[in-house]
DNA sequence: TTCTAAGCGAACCGATGGGTACGGTTAGCC
DNA sequence: GGCTAACCGTACCCATCGGTTCGCTTAGAA
């Protein structure tokens, strides 16, 4: 089986680790971390306590290495941005990716969480952060830096128009998805319908119209049909 | 002395208990629910476990009453809208007076509580968010609505308008400071400066020109000249 | 002054959970 | 086959905490 097939290269104790950081995320992010105890860990992957603290030396290292783990997950959706193509295509589809991570239900989950210990473990906050959105945010910045240079946008200050588009998308998504745990979230219509408002209003600001007045007018065109 | 006069009135009782809801909030907000225990809370007041359980019938219900409470206080930079001014007073005046509120320090931890105990305790995070921040886009919907009848604003869904432009507002600022706890907030210059970005973004889209301007193309023209 | 409700302190209960210790068991390498 | 390190199950230690009980004291109204 394919634990033979592992266990070519992998030495047990590596395969023993990797098996119970999986549960342990799994259950973090179902039941968070205050509510998820060693020993029923330990018990779902039909391990002993003793393995569990062998492998990581207390309850919050282990937590601290599953968020490290997934706080990319948050920066996940910058294909859209490494492409440059154009502001209106990338901000959407930027704006989309980013949106359905917020609103997803692990993503959320282990958003909360974070908070939760953040206020017990601040390295653990600030690590969270400059892994997951912080990352999104430079990211976009730098593609409006660029558009701006190639003069496809007309913006002095990249890293506040980022803030305004990301804050606008995520709206009070974000929010409720957090404190409101039986919420339920927008449809993909939705989603899409949000995005396209901000980003129409997003480039009402910014979008330089020199290159061809029509592009706009072709943009309007097209979202008008749609809803 | 004061409790003299206090006594005049109030009896023994709902003075006390008056007494214990100061100090507890005062710690919940501190040091967060979970690591507050009851003890603590009647000793820092001076009180037995038993008069405290004799108020209050536990510990969940306690915070319940001070986040119900404190709610209302994210809810309350509305004077600008109920003076129904000009979209650019208003606006600004209400990004302005949300924006503190989520930057400051006892707002955050309260937030930061209800969203740890929300997993626990649902009806808490659902109480919070319709006392707290459901109440400002209300009113804020409600405003654009009005302001678009008078032909001040051309918006044919104030809702989610009112959506992007409080999420334009608190950005990533409400993130961060949920978060990283030893962030050191922006300057109240900065503050007004992202505001003001924010409203000059909105009105791009939002403003009507001109009575007869035809939508995107009247709003498209305004910002021009603003850069 | 007297009577009662409110309050105090301290001990107590039951449960939980992080972390450790130990004796017996298995997997994998030589 | 034999050796070692990882592993399992269980019991255990210790601390905390929510919540209760009880005997005694105090405040305040009649």
Same mark, same amino acid.
């Given at each position: 089986?394919?634990?033979?097939?592992?266990?070519?290269? =992998?030495?047990?104790?590596?395969?023993?680790?990797?098996?119970?950081v999986?549960?342990?995320?799994?259950?973090?992010?179902?039941?968070?971390?205050?509510?998820?105890?060693?020993?029923?860990?330990?018990?779902?992957?039909?391990?002993?306590?003793?393995?569990?603290?062998?492998?990581?030396?207390?309850?919050e290292l282990?937590?601290?290495?599953? =968020?490290?783990?997934?706080?990319l997950?948050?920066?996940?959706p910058?294909?859209?941005?490494?492409?440059?193509?154009?502001?209106?295509?990338?901000?959407?589809?930027?704006?989309?990716?980013?949106?359905?991570?917020?609103?997803?239900?692990?993503?959320?989950?282990l958003?909360?969480?974070?908070v939760s210990?953040?206020?017990?473990?601040?390295?653990?906050?600030?690590?969270?952060?400059?892994?997951?959105?912080?990352?999104?945010?430079?990211?976009?910045t730098?593609y409006?830096?660029?558009?701006?240079?190639?003069?496809?946008?007309?913006?002095?200050?990249p890293?506040?128009?980022?803030r305004?588009?990301?804050?606008? =998308?995520?709206?009070?998504?974000?929010?409720?998805?957090? =404190?409101?745990?039986?919420?339920?979230?927008?449809?993909?219509?939705?989603?899409?319908?949000?995005?396209?408002?901000?980003?129409?209003?997003?480039?009402?600001?910014?979008?330089?119209?020199?290159?061809?007045?029509?592009?706009?007018?072709?943009?309007?065109?097209?979202?008008?049909?749609?809803?």
């Open positions: 089986m394919t634990t033979a097939v592992c266990a070519r290269k =992998v030495p047990r104790g590596e395969r023993r680790r990797m098996e119970l999986d549960i342990a995320e799994q259950m973090f992010l179902e039941r968070g971390f205050a509510d998820t105890s060693m020993q029923m860990i330990a018990e779902r992957a039909g391990a002993s306590k003793e393995t569990l603290y062998r492998h990581f030396s207390s309850k282990l937590f601290v290495e599953i =968020v490290t783990r997934n706080a997950l948050v920066s996940g910058d294909a859209a941005v490494a492409r440059d193509g154009s502001p209106e295509s990338v901000l959407s589809e930027l704006g989309i990716g980013v949106l359905r991570i917020v609103l997803a239900a692990n993503a959320s989950r958003f909360r969480t974070v210990e953040s206020a017990r473990t601040p390295e653990l906050g600030d690590l969270f952060y400059q892994r997951g959105p912080a990352v999104v945010a430079a990211r976009l730098d409006l830096a660029r558009a701006a240079k190639r003069g496809e946008l007309r913006c002095e200050d890293q506040t128009a980022a305004l588009f990301l804050g606008a =998308v995520m709206s009070n998504y974000h929010v409720r998805r957090l =404190v409101q745990s039986d919420w339920k979230p927008p449809s993909e219509k939705e989603v899409r319908r949000h995005v396209e408002a901000a980003v129409s209003m997003f480039l009402a600001q910014y979008e330089s119209r020199r290159p061809a007045g029509r592009k706009r007018l072709a943009c309007r065109r097209q979202s008008l049909p749609a809803w």
